[in-house]
């Protein structure tokens, strides 16, 4: 049964740091391109951060760029969002997102993303 999991959502105040993991079974992460979306109440979902096959190429949106980063371990089948001076803004369900579809390769749009995790929840508040 092919899997993501998140974990590590919660509550942190302004200026806070947290770090996500996506943990994949049923299948291995090694060739294809995993993202990190969020979705807030009455907003679209959106694009926080992907990563290719290796790690060896990253997105971020510009909200997130600077504070976020995106990385993964093939050997753990786990990809990790590290998130540092988190502001109310970034409250959202944040979902890991895998493109089984495409090898080596890079993607930005979500329905490319053909798997999906439920989702952890983070919130930003004092």
């Known amino acids: 049964q092919v899997q993501l999991v998140e974990s590590g959502g919660g509550l942190v105040q302004p200026g806070g740091s947290l770090r996500l993991s996506c943990a994949a079974s049923?299948?291995?992460?090694?060739?294809?391109?995993i993202a990190w979306f969020r979705q807030a109440p009455g907003k679209e979902r959106e694009l926080v951060a992907t990563?290719?096959?290796?790690?060896?190429?990253?997105y971020y949106s510009d909200s997130v760029k600077g504070r976020f980063t995106i990385s993964r371990d093939n050997t753990k089948n786990t990809v990790y969002l590290q998130m540092n001076d988190l502001k109310p803004e970034d409250t959202a369900v944040y979902l890991c997102a895998a493109d089984t579809r495409t090898e080596y390769g890079m993607t930005y749009v979500a329905p490319e993303y053909d798997y999906w995790g439920q989702g952890t929840q983070v919130t930003v508040s004092s």
């Open positions: 049923g299948f291995t992460l090694d060739y294809y391109a």
């Open positions: 990563t290719n096959w290796n790690g060896g190429a990253t």
